[in-house]
């Protein structure tokens, strides 16, 4: 009953594990057997909400560049299949219309995110699950049913506690490994796949997902976006070559060449374990996607509640005579939070472009001096205003990038490592400190929108993010169709699915301005 937790180690030599015995296995017996399990009412709710949150963010991001490019490739396959591109009428190859739609979720890093050992944004899963779903026809419950699979196993193998979890950017491994697995195990359930199958679907997928994390290194350009995209496809290319009985390379996790000898901890310590936590999903309902958080900001999820204390600290701050902040007044800032906080976004990354205003948005949206800095300047965090400033604005932000800095502090990292849900927090506390020498102090433990926030989301949060993100684009009839037919998808069935798009019947989608290989001639 409940959940079994599978301990996860490299073979001494090949062919010493059983495959009953191997992570991949355990995870195809899960999509397989959830086949034929009623979905939870809880979990169903949430899928749909998260359908609708990536339309919002993959039409928010429509005419940024990489996506434009990402789309325009499937214009050269349009008519092929029957998977729909946001913004786009008609029908497009599942390959081109996952791949297009993964980079435009992606792009603006507004998308849902789970952290425990891993990072991740599961919902990278939904693009390739509602494509091949369209593609294949099948029934609205079984869409459903593929996302919260992949949502199953792609937060299992992120970590639910207890020491579980399996890290890669620990070894600088991108976390597409486990979108991979996930997919290919959501797919395999919705299309009714057999375990077999669905096992050298995952090692198919999960083997050919192995990236470096030097996308966010140096000057950060669209591989950062195109990684979903990237592992949609391969996924769907893996449980293809499943379904005709082709067998892929295992055992993909404990292999004497394989991730975790290779690639994981493994590399230097044969004896290296990882434990994975999985659902018994014939005695117990796959509740996983509840444990994600969704994203209120268009930022880095670590900044979320570190947004949310600036704008409510900025409350408290004295003002200029137009009536905004009077940020000359401010003689410093300090964020005392986690390591990673600290590390990645904070001063501690050592990254010049961190704190300079002209730097490119991915490197602005994981700047947290960036996000402290902007709100206290404007008031809010929007995912376009927030971006975009005035030579004068740059020149006050810049300078108060320069006094903001952050500091790690235990209490914050213990809460960020906490294997309890209920306990874990990625926020800090914040001392702003006025030439007057008066100090303004406040701390804030999960962004608002967490399930454990202050206000968590519901359904009309994700309609209002809907509303503002396709605003110029998308008409309210049209918005008002498309949130009705996701709120009733488990009625739709066949060519019904391709009615779950959202079309751009407003402003326009632009085109890329050159030619590549697979733009149309």
Not at 324 to 341: F, N, P, R
Request: some cysteine; overall charge negative.
């Amino acid at each position: 009953m409940g959940t079994t937790i599978h301990t996860v180690r490299s073979e001494n030599q090949s062919g010493d594990l059983a495959r009953q015995d191997q992570l991949a296995w355990k995870l195809a017996e899960l999509a397989t057997q959830a086949r034929f399990q009623p979905l939870d009412a809880d979990s169903v709710e949430m899928a749909k909400n998260r359908i609708i949150d990536n339309a919002a963010i993959a039409l928010g991001a429509a005419n940024e560049r990489a996506v434009v490019v990402a789309r325009g490739e499937g214009r050269l396959v349009a008519g092929a299949g029957s998977a729909t591109i946001w913004g786009l009428e008609g029908g497009y190859h599942p390959l081109a219309a996952a791949f297009a739609n993964a980079v435009a979720v992606r792009f603006l890093d507004n998308d849902d995110t789970y952290l425990a050992a891993e990072y991740s944004h599961p919902d990278d899963n939904i693009s390739p699950v509602m494509a091949v779903a369209q593609h294949a026809g099948v029934s609205g419950d079984d869409l459903l049913r593929g996302i919260i699979v992949a949502y199953e196993v792609h937060v299992a193998l992120v970590g639910t506690g207890n020491g579980t979890g399996i890290c890669l950017h620990k070894h600088k491994v991108d976390h597409m490994t486990h979108i991979a697995a996930g997919t290919a195990a959501g797919i395999s359930s919705m299309l009714g796949l057999s375990t077999e199958q669905a096992y050298h679907a995952i090692n198919f997928a999960v083997h050919n997902a192995i990236s470096s994390r030097q996308s966010r290194k140096g000057d950060i350009g669209a591989q950062k976006e195109f990684v979903p995209g990237f592992s949609a496809e391969i996924a769907i290319k893996a449980v293809h070559h499943a379904m005709h009985n082709l067998k892929g390379p295992n055992p993909v996790y404990e292999g004497v060449d394989s991730i975790i000898r290779r690639f994981l901890d493994g590399r230097d310590n044969p004896e290296a374990e990882y434990k994975v936590e999985l659902n018994d999903v014939a005695s117990a309902p796959m509740r996983n996607i509840l444990k994600t958080y969704p994203k209120q900001h268009a930022f880095e999820y670590q900044g979320q509640a570190i947004i949310d204390l600036a704008l409510q600290m900025r409350e408290q701050l004295p003002r200029d005579a137009e009536g905004g902040v009077d940020m000359a007044q401010i003689e410093k800032i300090v964020l005392k939070t986690s390591h990673h906080t600290h590390h990645v976004i904070g001063t501690d990354a050592n990254d010049p472009q961190k704190i300079d205003p002209d730097s490119p948005r991915g490197t602005l949206d994981h700047s947290i001096m960036f996000a402290i800095a902007r709100c206290i300047q404007t008031g809010e965090f929007h995912k376009d205003r927030s971006y975009v400033m005035t030579q004068g604005e740059k020149d006050a932000l810049r300078a108060l990038m320069l006094k903001t800095e952050t500091e790690f502090d235990q209490h914050w990292e213990d809460l960020y490592h906490d294997q309890d849900p209920n306990v874990q927090a990625y926020g800090g506390r914040m001392i702003i400190t006025l030439n007057n020498g008066e100090t303004i102090t406040d701390e804030k433990t999960r962004a608002n929108a967490h399930p454990g926030g202050d206000t968590p989301w519901q359904r009309p949060e994700y309609i209002a993010k809907l509303e503002d993100y396709t605003s110029g684009l998308v008409s309210d009839a049209e918005r008002n169709r498309f949130v009705k037919q996701v709120s009733n998808i488990e009625e739709l069935s066949g060519e019904q699915l391709m009615k779950v798009n959202l079309i751009v019947d407003q402003g326009d989608l632009i085109t890329p301005e050159t030619n590549g290989l697979l733009d149309p001639q």
